[in-house]
C-alpha cells in the first residue's frame, strides 16, 4: 500500500515517491524551497482536509515531522 | 516546425506563482511564462529588457498599494498625512505602465489595486472603511490618468475581490509566510481573469448587440397581447424584462449598439414605444437601428451588417426562439448567439452578465455610426427577401398534420380564432358554439393543423373554414399563430383545401382580404399564390391548385 503522505510530498516536490522517506528535509532535496513548501501547504490540507497554522507548517521540516504533526492533529492512517 | 511562443512576463508586488497555471489555462494555447523578481515592480517597469530571463512579448502587473507604497499607506493611515504625495507617486507607476506598452509596444495587462487591507473593513468603523475606500478610489484614478492612452487592458482586482468577498479570497498566513496574499481559489480565479484578458489583446470586439422583441425586450407575443398586454414594468414578472432593458443600456454605455431585430408590424412597435414609455426602461434613442418587419432575422442582420459596413462576427444577437437562433447559426457562423430563456430571472440577469462586450470602448466613430443608422433606418425599405431562406426551412423538417377539428379541440380553436391578428385573412371572431356548429356543419369544413419541427410540436396553430358549394369553396377563415410564420404551414393548410375542394368535384378556390390594423403581411398573401383579384379584397383561383413547398411534409388524416 502506497503511502499517501508520501505521495503528497512526491506531487509537490516534483520527485518520485521512491526517492522520498521520513529523512526528506530542505537541507537534503534542493527541491523542497519555499515555493515547493506553499504548494505543499495547499495540496497536504486538501489530501487531508485539515487547516494548518503557520506554527504548524514551521514544525514540518522535514517529512517525518511532517507525518508527526498530522498525526497530532488527529489525521488517521498515516 | 516550431512555433515561436508567447511569452508573458509577470511584474507582481507578490508571489505569482500561484496564478501562473490558471493564467496559462486561459492565456492563448503556445504561451509561456516568465517571471520578473517579486515586488520589484518599479524596477522591473523600468528595465523590462533584463528583468526576465526572455524577452516579453506581452506584460502582465498584478500589484496592490500596500505592497508597493506600505510606508507611505502606514503613515496615511496612522497620522492622517496629505494622501497628495502617495497620489502622486501612484500617477507614476500608472506613468511607467504607459510607458512601457508605448515605447516597447508591448501589450500590457495590468490590475487595478484592491482596497487596501491595511485596515480590516469593520462595518461598525464606517468612518475608518469610508475614508479608504475614497482614498481608493483617488489613487485608482490617478493610476489609470498616469498610463494615458496605450495599449493596456485593465483588469479589476478590486472587482474580484468583491466578487469573492474579502474572507474568502485573503489568507493572512500565507501572506505573512510566502507573500502570496490570496487563498489557492482566489488565485485561481485571478490568474484565469489575467488569461482571460491577454487572450482578448487584439481580438475584435463585436459590435452591435441585436435583440428579438417579443418574450425578448418583454414577455409575451405583441401581435396577440398588443401593446397594453405585454409584460413589461415594475412588478413581477414585467420586471424581469426591466432589469434586462437596463442590462442593454449598460451594455450600450460600454460600447455595444443596440439594434431591434423582431418580426412585428413596425407600427405596433411604435406603438409599445408610446404607449409603454413608463415602463420601458428602453426609447428609440437606445436603438442604433431596427429591422422591424417579416423578414427571416439571418437576412434582417446580414442587411444591418451591410449597411453599419461590419462583418457579421461584430454581432451577438438574442433572441428566445431557438428555430431563429438556429437559422442564424446556420446561415450567419460568425454571428455570436444567446437565448433567452424563459424564468425571469435568467431575462433579468442575462444582459448584465454579457462578457461579449467588456472589452469594448466607445469611439468617436462609433457614436457617429449610432446617428447615421437612425436617419438611415427611417429611409430604408425593408429588406431584400432572403436567398436562402428555403435552405434553412429544408434542414427544418417541418411537419403539418391537417385535421378535421373534433369536439376537443373546440376550445383552441376558438382562442385562435378570437386571439389572431397578424396573420389572420379576415379576422372574423366567433364563440365556441358558432365554432361548434361549424365543425358539425355540412355546408362547411373546419381545418386545424398541428405542427413540429425538429426543435419539437407547437401543438394546434393553424385555423381554416371554408364553405364548400358544389363548384366553388370560399375559404371564410384562415388564421395561424405568429410562432410557426414564414414556415410554409399556411400553404400546407391551403393545398389540403385546394386538393379537398378538386376532389368533391369544385372547380374554383375563393378567398378574401379584410384588412385591419394588424394584419397587413397577409394583404398579398393570395396574388402570392397565382390568385386573381375578383373585387376588392376577392381573389379566386381555377383549381386544381399547387402551392405547397417541397421543405413541408403534410400529413392528413383518413
Known amino acids: 500500500?502506497?503511502?499517501?503522505?508520501?505521495?503528497?510530498?512526491?506531487?509537490?516536490?516534483?520527485?518520485?515517491?521512491s526517492e522520498l522517506s521520513d529523512d526528506t528535509s530542505p537541507s537534503n532535496t534542493s527541491q523542497w524551497d519555499s515555493l515547493a513548501a506553499m504548494e505543499m501547504v495547499v495540496l497536504i490540507e486538501d489530501a487531508f482536509d485539515v487547516r494548518l497554522k503557520t506554527s504548524e507548517i514551521m514544525k514540518m521540516r522535514s517529512i517525518g515531522l511532517a507525518r508527526t504533526v498530522l498525526r497530532g492533529k488527529g489525521v488517521e492512517g498515516i | 516546425m516550431t512555433a515561436k511562443r508567447t511569452v508573458i512576463g509577470i511584474i507582481a508586488s507578490f508571489t505569482p506563482q500561484p496564478l501562473v497555471e490558471p493564467l496559462l489555462a486561459a492565456a492563448p494555447t503556445g504561451s509561456e511564462v516568465s517571471l520578473a523578481d517579486f515586488n520589484q515592480v518599479h524596477q522591473s517597469l523600468l528595465d523590462v529588457g533584463s528583468s526576465?530571463?526572455?524577452?516579453?512579448?506581452?506584460?502582465?502587473?498584478?500589484?496592490?498599494?500596500?505592497?508597493?507604497?506600505?510606508?507611505?499607506?502606514?503613515?496615511?493611515?496612522?497620522?492622517d498625512s496629505d494622501p497628495t504625495g502617495l497620489r502622486e507617486d501612484v500617477r507614476e507607476l500608472g506613468t511607467l505602465v504607459g510607458q512601457v506598452a508605448r515605447t516597447h509596444g508591448i501589450p500590457v495587462v495590468a490590475t487595478i489595486p484592491p482596497v487596501p487591507t491595511f485596515v480590516w473593513l469593520d462595518p461598525l468603523d464606517a468612518r475608518s472603511s469610508v475614508r479608504l475606500a475614497v482614498l481608493h478610489g483617488q489613487l485608482v484614478e490617478a493610476f489609470v490618468d498616469g498610463i494615458g492612452p496605450a495599449p493596456v487592458t485593465l483588469v479589476d482586482l478590486a472587482a474580484l475581490l468583491r466578487l469573492h468577498g474579502t474572507d474568502r479570497a485573503y489568507d493572512s498566513r500565507n501572506d505573512l509566510m510566502y507573500h502570496q496574499p490570496f487563498t489557492r481559489p482566489f488565485a485561481t480565479s485571478l490568474g484565469t481573469v489575467l488569461g482571460e484578458a491577454l487572450g482578448a489583446i487584439g481580438r475584435a470586439t463585436p459590435k452591435v448587440l441585436a435583440v428579438d422583441a417579443d418574450n425578448t425586450l418583454w414577455g409575451g407575443i405583441l401581435g396577440e397581447d398588443g401593446a397594453d398586454g405585454v409584460i413589461v414594468g415594475d412588478s413581477f414578472p414585467g420586471n424581469a424584462y426591466r432589469a434586462f432593458q437596463q442590462g442593454l443600456v449598460y451594455q450600450a454605455a460600454h460600447g455595444a449598439l443596440i439594434a431591434l431585430v423582431s418580426k412585428n408590424n413596425a407600427d405596433d412597435i411604435d406603438e409599445v414605444f408610446q404607449q409603454r414609455r413608463g415602463d420601458l426602461v428602453i426609447s428609440p434613442e437606445h436603438l442604433a437601428a431596427r429591422r422591424v418587419d417579416w423578414n427571416s432575422k439571418a437576412d434582417n442582420l446580414r442587411a444591418l451588417a451591410d449597411e453599419l459596413n461590419l462583418g457579421v462576427d461584430s454581432f451577438v444577437f438574442m433572441d428566445d426562439n431557438d428555430v431563429e437562433l438556429d437559422e442564424v447559426r446556420q446561415r450567419l457562423p460568425g454571428v455570436q448567439l444567446v437565448k433567452v430563456g424563459e424564468e425571469p430571472e435568467d431575462v433579468a440577469e442575462i444582459t448584465r452578465r454579457l462578457t461579449q462586450f467588456r472589452y469594448a470602448t466607445v469611439s468617436a466613430e462609433d457614436r457617429g455610426r449610432t446617428e447615421m443608422m437612425h436617419v438611415e433606418s427611417g429611409r430604408r425599405e425593408a429588406a431584400a427577401s432572403a436567398p436562402s431562406h428555403a435552405e434553412f426551412l429544408a434542414s427544418?423538417?417541418?411537419?403539418?398534420?391537417?385535421?378535421?377539428?373534433g369536439p376537443a379541440h373546440v376550445g383552441r380553436v376558438t382562442q385562435l380564432i378570437n386571439k389572431t391578428n397578424q396573420f389572420n385573412l379576415t379576422t372574423i371572431r366567433r364563440d365556441d358554439a358558432e365554432v361548434a356548429a361549424l365543425v358539425a356543419s355540412d355546408a362547411h369544413r373546419v381545418y386545424a393543423a398541428e405542427v413540429s419541427d425538429r426543435f419539437g410540436g407547437y401543438g394546434l396553430v393553424a385555423v381554416a373554414i371554408v364553405k364548400c358549394d358544389a363548384h366553388a369553396w370560399e375559404v371564410e377563415t384562415l388564421l395561424m399563430s405568429c410562432r410557426v410564420l414564414r414556415r410554409g404551414v399556411e400553404d400546407a393548410i391551403l393545398q389540403c383545401i385546394a386538393d379537398d375542394a378538386s376532389s368533391a368535384g369544385a372547380t374554383t378556390l375563393r378567398g378574401s382580404y379584410l384588412p385591419t390594423a394588424k394584419n397587413s403581411q397577409v394583404a398579398t398573401f393570395y396574388p402570392e399564390r397565382g390568385f386573381v383579384v375578383t373585387g376588392q379584397g376577392l381573389f379566386e383561383a381555377a383549381l386544381p391548385l399547387s402551392v405547397l413547398a417541397k421543405h413541408v411534409a403534410v400529413l392528413r388524416d383518413a
Do not use: H, N, Y
Open chain 2, 396 to 405: 427544418l423538417d417541418i411537419t403539418v398534420r391537417v385535421f378535421a377539428p
Open chain 1, 1 to 17: 500500500m502506497s503511502d499517501r503522505l508520501l505521495d503528497v510530498f512526491s506531487a509537490g516536490l516534483k520527485l518520485p515517491a
Open chain 2, 52 to 79: 526576465f530571463q526572455r524577452a516579453p512579448d506581452q506584460l502582465v502587473l498584478v500589484w496592490r498599494i500596500e505592497d508597493v507604497f506600505g510606508p507611505a499607506l502606514t503613515e496615511w493611515v496612522v497620522q
